[in-house]
């Protein structure tokens, strides 16, 4: 998926959950951290054997499970600790890997 399309779901999804619209500000901090870490869970997810199509194809659920685990969206206080923990123990040790883990072990989420 091409940067400029990532970037624009995740900013409407992140202006859906927080009670504005288009024309909401952005965040560009919160963007900027959802999207690296999206496309670091993305590549282990590729690279421990799941489809990439299958992987894009659900990803609007595994975005609800990355960033939206209590429905609401994760702060950008928490997104710069997730990104620290996998820089220091890898993408699989850190917390957004292990939650998508726990999703698929529960059937919660179907990859």
């Given at each position: 998926m091409?940067?400029?399309?990532?970037?624009?779901?995740?900013?409407a999804r992140l202006a859906s959950s927080i009670?504005?619209?288009?024309n909401l500000p952005v965040f560009p901090n919160i963007l900027f951290k959802q999207v690296t870490l999206e496309k670091k869970i993305e590549a282990a997810l590729v690279n421990d054997g799941y489809p990439r199509e299958r992987v894009l194809e659900k990803r609007h659920a595994i975005r609800g499970f990355l960033f939206y685990p209590r429905g609401t969206a994760l702060t950008e206080r928490t997104l710069t600790q997730h990104l620290?923990?996998?820089?220091r123990n890898g993408t699989r040790a850190g917390v957004p890997y292990r939650r998508i883990g726990r999703a698929v072990e529960n059937h919660d989420l179907l990859l």
């Open positions: 091409d940067d400029r399309t990532r970037l624009r779901e995740l900013q009670g504005g619209g288009d620290e923990q996998i820089e």
